[in-house]
């Protein structure tokens, strides 16, 4: 049973970095795509990121498109989300999720089965 569990959340000042990871446990899943999600008090879940687990290819949202980077390390079972120039519209709780569906990647949370616990991000102005 595959478990995903994210880390690297907290406050940063508007303009700044973090660096989120997705580590994998239980069994690897090199042949799958990851993605990021993140979801703000009162919104719907954001998709803003998927990138395949050989790090051959990723796709971004166009609101952190150039400022967001994914990546991985198959050695270490973890996808990164790397975070730069940080806006307080950031401000949510970032999840990562494996994507399970006919496509390369998807944007609908529906595609995608198992879910890490979450993690904050809060960026203040």
């Known amino acids: 049973q595959v478990q995903l569990v994210e880390s690297g959340g907290g406050l940063v000042q508007a303009g700044g970095s973090l660096r989120l990871s997705c580590e994998a446990s239980?069994?690897?899943?090199?042949?799958?795509?990851i993605g990021w999600f993140r979801q703000a008090p009162g919104k719907e879940r954001e998709w803003i990121s998927s990138?395949?687990?050989?790090?051959?290819?990723?796709e971004y949202a166009d609101s952190v498109k150039s400022r967001f980077t994914a990546s991985t390390d198959n050695a270490k079972n973890t996808v990164y989300l790397q975070m730069n120039s940080l806006k307080p519209e950031d401000t949510a709780v970032y999840y990562c999720?494996?994507?399970?569906?006919?496509?390369?990647?998807?944007?609908?949370?529906?595609?995608?089965?198992?879910w890490g616990q979450g993690t904050q991000v809060t960026v203040s102005s």
């Open positions: 999720a494996r994507y399970i569906g006919p496509r390369g990647w998807s944007k609908s949370p529906d595609e995608y089965d198992v």
């Open positions: 239980g069994r690897t899943f090199s042949r799958y795509v």
């Open positions: 990138i395949s687990y050989s790090g051959t290819y990723a």
